[in-house]
């Protein structure tokens, strides 16, 4: 069975890079009918943070995709030491008690310590029962073999030359155990198969594959995904690019789930249809490796616009094809954000139909809906005054609307739109010249939903209301 991991490393907020490389590996898990591993790496003490890891959870859990299991690495030492004391006991690793200090001086062309790879065991075992402090490090086999090559799924056949390699440390001198060996040693005691990562991670690769042949353990399949970019060509980066690459930025703007699923999953993989807008179901339907790029994908954003055209226009195509129950749940708490406190959930579910074509982000709804809830009274007057007329016109066709609407038996769609063409007529007005003072009056504004639909749902008294005050200021 497919069996993969997300590992995230709880030193910041979830990064859209790492959202993506989720959805990718559950996607695969899910296509193959596999189990998707959410494994915490939190061996990093001094950088772990709570704010981090539960940013994490907020994030992935907003994505309502899930996961089957879970685990933290700080809970799972043992097992990693117990690793990396059975490499040294091969006599594939080797204790370097060599001081920090003097490692550090080393410079860039590093590769081991003189001297230090070649220590007897005895005189080994010596200085560490002594208390000497030691880093264990893996000896990388120079002589024996020339490269450690690697099949990567989406990059082919990689490689490199084990003379290039440094022997890298297994344990730290505080005996915890380094990414390397920790991440190694759960990915094979918890039997993952694949492994889908972000491409800065190729260069670790060859050091895992000789951890995973020194285990005895067999190497997932592994495949390294294209980074994500700014529009300038730098890789998108919490520190330069701030709350941008953070994906509780897209939740609290108002995206769907799913449309920032959708967004994410068409950067650096594209479905052999070519389709943009995808369900979860086609999503895993249509996902393979083979789709995925191996070219970096770009996101674009300005200073003055910080989401990409291409995710608020897949949000908006999925905010309109919600079933209007769904609709009215995703938009209740952005309605209540915005301060109505008079928003019930019937009186959204009457409203959303006559927003949904008018929303690209839920967010949205506070500013497109506002006067549902709210009286309208910073609007400029002088849209009261259709094309062609004046303010005469304007206040007769208000008049008259107020008479007609006074006594009309029915407020409802049909009944409004019969009773104010009628009026248009009597006034000798075109409908325009009537109903643009009607709208301004009753929304505020002259860019609003359907009028008739927005008159039923308002209800008698309060279009009677706003009728008057819209008189006042003619």
């Not at 390397?180 to 918890?190: E, G, I, K, N, Q």
């Not at 928003?343 to 709804?365: F, K, N, S, W, Y």
């Amino acid at each position: 069975m497919t069996r993969v991991r997300f590992a995230p490393s709880p030193t910041g907020y979830l990064h859209i890079g790492g959202a993506r490389t989720f959805i990718f590996n559950w996607l695969h898990a899910r296509r193959q009918g596999g189990t998707v591993v959410l494994r915490i790496d939190d061996t990093d003490v001094e950088r772990n943070t709570q704010t981090s890891l539960d940013s994490i959870f907020e994030g992935l859990q907003w994505l309502e995709l899930g996961w089957d299991e879970i685990y933290r690495q700080s809970e799972r030492l043992d097992l990693h030491r117990q690793a990396a004391w059975s490499i040294f006991e091969k006599g594939l690793a080797y204790r370097d008690f060599t001081p920090a200090s003097a490692a550090e001086a080393a410079g860039g062309g590093w590769l081991f310590n003189p001297g230090m790879p070649d220590l007897a065991r005895q005189e080994s075992d010596r200085r560490a029962a002594a208390g000497e402090p030691f880093v264990l490090r893996f000896k990388v086999p120079r002589e024996s073999r020339s490269e450690v090559a690697v099949q990567d799924l989406v990059y082919g056949s990689v490689s490199k030359a084990t003379a290039d390699l440094e022997d890298f440390a297994l344990l730290r001198s505080n005996g915890m155990p380094t990414y390397h060996m920790a991440s190694c040693t759960d990915d094979a005691d918890l039997r993952i198969t694949d492994i889908l990562r972000g491409q800065e991670h190729l260069a670790n690769t060859f050091k895992h594959a000789l951890i995973f042949e020194a285990l005895g353990a067999a190497m997932p399949r592994i495949a390294h995904l294209p980074l994500l970019m700014a529009p300038d060509g730098a890789k998108l980066s919490k520190r330069t690019h701030g709350p941008v690459v953070s994906v509780t930025t897209y939740r609290d703007a108002g995206f769907l789930p799913h449309a920032f699923v959708n967004f994410l999953s068409l950067l650096g993989w594209s479905p052999k249809n070519d389709l943009e807008k995808l369900s979860q179901s086609e999503l895993i339907e249509l996902f393979s490796l083979d789709g995925i790029n191996r070219s970096n994908a770009i996101i674009n954003f300005t200073e003055d616009d910080p989401f990409d055209p291409k995710a608020v226009w897949l949000n908006a195509e999925h905010l309109r094809a919600l079933d209007l129950e769904e609709l009215t749940r995703r938009l209740m708490p952005y309605v209540q954000q915005a301060g109505f406190a008079n928003a019930t959930p019937d009186r959204l579910r009457a409203i959303a139909p006559l927003i949904r074509e008018r929303i690209r982000l839920l967010r949205d709804v506070g500013s497109v809906a506002d006067f549902f809830f709210v009286e309208p009274r910073g609007y400029d007057p002088a849209e009261l005054i259709p094309q062609k007329g004046d303010a005469a016109m304007a206040a007769q066709a208000l008049r008259h609307a107020k008479e007609v609407l006074s006594a009309v038996s029915a407020f409802d769609h049909a009944t409004l739109d019969a009773a104010l063409r009628t009026a248009a007529a009597d006034l000798k007005l075109k409908t325009g010249q009537m109903f643009q003072p009607i709208r301004v009056a009753v929304c505020g504004r002259k860019n609003a939903p359907p009028l008739f639909e927005t008159l039923e749902v308002l209800g008698r008294d309060t279009v009677l209301t706003r009728l008057d005050f819209a008189l006042g200021m003619l």
